[in-house]
């Protein structure tokens, strides 16, 4: 039995790279040419690599599967990173970003008369109503406006 060239452990006669099992896997060249054998068969038989997309995908969905990235997650705690790296700033560009998904269907200049309605017990569909009522009651004069200067 011959031994693998960066730790020394016994290797397989059948080893090709001359590594051991966890060398091979740490090693980028081996990595590399398991990465091109693969492109490789998945270029050479569309069947294959989605029967393969297909197998991974309902793998990962399998309560088994799912348990086991809880518990990974809880052991790792992921949480803790994420709270970490939420700056003021990221924590502002989220708050925008979530008005504007939520309040995304008024215009910029009247979510504050929106927000007012909605203080003052307005249901959220009779504000919405009445916003956009005055929003296009004054884009009709706007656009009367345009037309008179045009003539």
Same mark, same amino acid.
């Not at 006669?13 to 998945?42: M, T």
């Not at 929106?114 to 009779?126: A, C, F, G, M, V």
């Given at each position: 039995?011959?031994?693998?060239?960066?730790?020394?452990?016994?290797?397989?006669?059948?080893?090709?790279?001359?590594?051991?099992?966890?060398?091979?896997?740490? *090693?980028?060249?081996?990595?590399?040419?398991?990465?091109?054998?693969?492109?490789?068969?998945?270029?050479? *038989?569309? *069947?294959?690599?989605?029967?393969?997309?297909?197998?991974?995908?309902?793998?990962?969905?399998?309560?088994?599967?799912?348990?086991?990235?809880?518990?990974?997650?809880?052991?790792?705690?992921?949480?803790?990173?994420?709270?970490?790296?939420?700056?003021?700033?990221?924590?502002?560009?989220?708050?925008?970003?979530?008005?504007?998904?939520?309040?995304?269907?008024?215009?910029?200049?009247?979510?504050?008369?929106?927000?007012?309605?909605?203080?003052?017990?307005?249901?959220?569909? *009779?504000?919405?109503?009445?916003?956009?009522?005055?929003?296009?009651?004054?884009?009709?004069?706007?656009?009367?406006?345009?037309?008179?200067?045009?003539?």
């Amino acid at each position: 039995m011959t031994t693998c060239r960066t730790c020394q452990s016994p290797i397989t006669r059948y080893s090709k790279s001359g590594l051991c099992r966890p060398c091979a896997r740490k *090693d980028p060249e081996v990595a590399a040419r398991k990465s091109a054998a693969v492109k490789a068969r998945y270029d050479a *038989d569309p *069947d294959y690599r989605e029967r393969q997309r297909t197998r991974t995908a309902e793998h990962n969905r399998s309560d088994k599967m799912r348990a086991l990235a809880g518990e990974k997650a809880k052991a790792l705690r992921i949480w803790e990173k994420g709270t970490a790296a939420m700056t003021p700033e990221v924590r502002k560009r989220a708050g925008r970003a979530l008005v504007e998904t939520r309040l995304g269907h008024i215009p910029r200049e009247l979510r504050e008369d929106y927000k007012q309605l909605i203080r003052n017990r307005w249901s959220r569909e *009779d504000a919405t109503a009445a916003i956009l009522a005055s929003h296009e009651a004054t884009m009709a004069q706007f656009r009367r406006k345009l037309i008179e200067a045009q003539e």
